[in-house]
């Protein structure tokens, strides 16, 4: 990993650090939640599979949760921060339909992290997995893959 850029606030635990083999443009700045590294897209929306590529460039994945204490570190970082967008998560069922699960390791999303009645597979095209405080409840549900969305990326 890179040299420490900053703290982002004297009372967190959470380090900023670059990126060394980043591919786009400025370096993107991961920061330090818990034991992973994150790249949280702010402002720029993609598609699913557009925001998969990114962070494939950057040497990272779409987030991805697979145990409660990533969740709960991510959640708190979010709300701490005043972060309140809907994110994609590395979650879909593009391999098996009806099979959610984390992409690309094909680990189930074992955790109870859905929203209730999610995922539903309104119309038939909800395929892929946003992450975001919906309706203030903390959560997963399915989307269309080309709806456009900001993204976290992570380093495993």
């Known amino acids: 990993m890179a040299s420490t850029v900053q703290p982002i606030d004297n009372n967190t635990n959470f380090t900023v650090y670059s990126a060394t083999d980043a591919a786009l443009g400025p370096r993107p700045l991961f920061t330090q939640i818990g034991n992973k590294f994150y790249f949280i897209e702010t402002e720029v929306k993609k598609n699913w599979h557009d925001a998969y590529a990114t962070c ?3 040497g990272a994945h779409l987030i991805s949760f697979n145990t409660a204490d990533e969740w709960v ?5 979010l709300k701490y921060n005043n972060i309140d967008y809907p994110y994609w998560s ?3 069922d593009l391999v098996k339909e009806g099979s959610h699960s984390w992409f690309p390791t094909g680990d189930p999303i074992a955790l109870d992290i859905w929203y209730p009645g999610e995922p539903n597979n309104v119309r ?7 992450f975001e405080l919906y309706n203030g409840y903390p959560s997963l549900h399915d989307n ?10 992570q380093i495993h």
């Open 90 to 92: 590395s979650g879909c």
């Open 56 to 58: 494939r460039q950057m």
């Open 124 to 130: 038939g095209v909800e395929h892929c997995d946003v």
């Open 73 to 77: 570190a991510i959640v708190s970082y």
């Open 144 to 153: 269309n893959c080309e709806s456009l969305r900001r993204y976290i990326c």
